[in-house]
């Protein structure tokens, strides 16, 4: 199921900056050599990340899930002078692409990558979190979020992607682990009163968490 018709993707992104040079060739890239291309940001909302941070200026970014890295060096363009952004990838040959792809960007030495498990890695980083970005495997997305709540700043910002996951969290009744996993998160996060949120139909779904 399309939440957002292609034609008005389309229509979002021609009236929006484009991208960049350096972030259209590693889309094209990736398009063409990676199988699971989808998992890429994309212009529409690599745009909406790099203009959220720039408004926010986070002096520490947290993302969990770096794929080819092209979120990241959305997110690092907002980041204050001597901000920090650490970014998890489990897989190495993946994460060598985002290294590569990092040393190309005028934010390289702010990029700090991580090879390994997330819910392992992030008790490690000391660090308080000014935004988070949560995009990597579904089932533990809630486990993520108990991990970086404490160590988010009061007014600091998490963003949780694919929460609309391909439309099946509209199905009755939802199917498939990890449509199951990504309702039962969104439902976390709705009980939740310590934040405010709001949920975006951009892409396949954003959900805005702000600490109180």
Not at 18 to 25: H, Q, R, V, W, Y
Not at 176 to 195: C, H, T
């Amino acid at each position: 199921m399309d939440i957002i018709t292609p034609k008005a993707l389309s229509y979002a992104e021609k009236y929006s900056t484009s991208a960049g040079p350096l972030l259209e060739e590693i889309s094209a890239q990736t398009m063409a050599t990676q199988p699971e291309h989808h998992m890429l940001s994309g212009h529409l909302q690599g745009k909406f990340l790099e203009i959220f941070s720039i408004v926010l200026q986070p002096e520490n970014v947290l993302e969990i899930g770096t794929f080819v890295g092209y979120s990241a060096i959305c997110m690092a363009k907002g980041l204050q002078k001597a901000g920090e952004l650490h970014t998890i990838e489990i897989s190495q040959d993946i994460a060598a692409i985002a290294k590569t792809n990092f040393s190309r960007t005028n934010e390289s030495e702010k990029i700090i990558l991580h090879i390994g498990n997330a819910l392992q890695i992030i008790p490690t980083l000391e660090k308080h979190w000014d935004l988070v970005f949560i995009d990597a495997d579904k089932p533990n997305y809630i486990e993520y979020y108990k991990l970086v709540l404490p160590r988010l700043r009061s007014g600091g910002v998490i963003l949780a992607d694919n929460v609309l996951f391909h439309g099946q969290v509209l199905e009755d009744p939802i199917a498939g682990k990890n449509a199951k996993a990504i309702q039962s998160f969104n439902e976390y996060v709705q009980q939740d009163e310590s934040v405010e949120k709001v949920m975006l139909t951009i892409r396949d779904g954003l959900l805005m968490i702000r600490k109180k």
